[in-house]
C-alpha cells in the first residue's frame, strides 16, 4: 500500500447507525451538524463524512435539502474534504441513498462494496425508554436484514458518481469486498489511488481483532500493490485501538459519532471533536504527522473544493 507520510483524519460527524436515545450529544439537525463538522474539523479532521437526519425526529434521511441547509455552511467555514454517503440509511431503496451525492457532486463519496447481514439490533438493548417511536423498531429489524450492495447498485453509483469527477472511500466490511473493489478496477471503472475504507466490528461484517487487520492489508497489498491507501474504522469500544493501529501500519483513520458514542470506557464524547482530538493527541505521541486537508486532496487525487455543486 501507499504509506502515509501524514495520517488522513476521517470524521464520521452522526452517520444512521445511533439514534437520538443513545447519546444527547449526536447530532441531529442541520445546524448541529454543521456545528459539529467544523468543530471536529478544526481539531484536525481533514476529511468530513456526512449524513443527514430529520431534524425533529433524529430519523436518518438522504432528503438532499437537508445536505443543503449544512453543506455550504462547513464549505465556506473549513477546508476540509466533504464526504457524502452513499449508504444512507437502513432500508433506503438506491435512488435514495444517491440523491444527495448525484445533486452536490462532491469530491469523495463513500460506496458500499457488497451486500451482508448489517445487525445492529444489540445497540440500543440498556434503553429501557426510547425518545422517538422509530428507533427501536428501526433498530430491530435489523435482525432480518440484508445491506444490498449488488454489482449493478454498485456499477450505477461508480460510474454516475465518477462522470461528476467525484472520488470515492471504499467501504470494505468483509474480505470479499476487497476482491469486488479489485473487479471494479479491473474494468476500469475506478482509477487508482484508492482509499480503502476497511471496517470492523458490525455483526454480519468482519470481526474486531486485530489480526483480520493485517490479513485484510495483506490480501489489499496482493490486490492493489501501490495504488491504495488503508484506512480504517471501528465500531463501539474496538474505535481507538483499531485506528490506531492502522495509523502504526502506515495508514489513515476514521473517528466520529457515527462509529462511537464513547470516548473511552463509560464515558460519552460530547462531540466529535473530543473523537478527533484523542486519536490526533495518540498519533503525534506516536511521532506521527496529520494531513492537512490541501495534503489528503494531493493524496486522494480529488477535483477540489471549488469543483462541487455546492
Known amino acids: 500500500m501507499r504509506h502515509s507520510k501524514k495520517v488522513i483524519i476521517t470524521c464520521a460527524v452522526t452517520g444512521s447507525i445511533h439514534t437520538p436515545s443513545m447519546s444527547p450529544y449526536l447530532p441531529i439537525t ?38 443543503a441547509e ?49 445487525n445492529i439490533s444489540g445497540a440500543g438493548d440498556r434503553i429501557e425508554n426510547f425518545k422517538h417511536d422509530w428507533e427501536k423498531p428501526y433498530l430491530e429489524m435489523t435482525k432480518d436484514f440484508i445491506l444490498s450492495n449488488t454489482f449493478s447498485q454498485i456499477e450505477r453509483g461508480v460510474q454516475e458518481l465518477s462522470a461528476r469527477g467525484t472520488r470515492f472511500e471504499f467501504e470494505c466490511y468483509d474480505l470479499s469486498h476487497l476482491y469486488n473493489v479489485a473487479h471494479f478496477a479491473d474494468r476500469g471503472l475506478i482509477k487508482p489511488p484508492f482509499f480503502l475504507q476497511c471496517i470492523f466490528g458490525i455483526l454480519g461484517g468482519i470481526g474486531p481483532h486485530h489480526e483480520n487487520l493485517l490479513h485484510m492489508r495483506a490480501i489489499a497489498d496482493k490486490l492493489f500493490g501501490n495504488d491504495y491507501y488503508l484506512s480504517v474504522l471501528a465500531a463501539g469500544r474496538h474505535q481507538m485501538p483499531f485506528v490506531t493501529l492502522s495509523a502504526l501500519l502506515g495508514g489513515n483513520v476514521r473517528v466520529g459519532l457515527e ?39 494531493a493524496m486522494l487525487d480529488t477535483k477540489g473544493k471549488d469543483n462541487v455543486a455546492f
Open 30 to 67: 442541520p445546524e448541529e451538524i454543521a456545528a459539529s463538522a467544523v468543530e471536529a474539523a478544526n481539531a484536525g479532521a481533514a476529511m468530513l463524512h456526512l449524513h443527514a437526519r430529520d431534524p425533529r425526529t433524529g430519523e436518518p434521511r438522504q432528503d438532499p435539502k437537508l445536505f
Open 70 to 118: 449544512f453543506l455550504p455552511v462547513i464549505k465556506s467555514q473549513t477546508d476540509a474534504i466533504l464526504n457524502i454517503t452513499t449508504g444512507g440509511g437502513l432500508g433506503m431503496t438506491l435512488e435514495q441513498r444517491l440523491a444527495p451525492a448525484l445533486t452536490a457532486e462532491p469530491e469523495v463519496a463513500s460506496m458500499n462494496m457488497g451486500s451482508f447481514n448489517f
Open 259 to 297: 462509529d462511537s458514542l464513547y470516548l473511552s470506557k463509560g464515558r460519552l464524547a460530547t462531540s466529535n471533536a473530543d473523537q478527533v482530538a484523542k486519536i490526533r493527541r495518540i498519533l503525534e505521541e506516536l511521532s506521527l504527522e496529520i494531513a492537512t486537508p490541501e495534503e489528503a486532496r
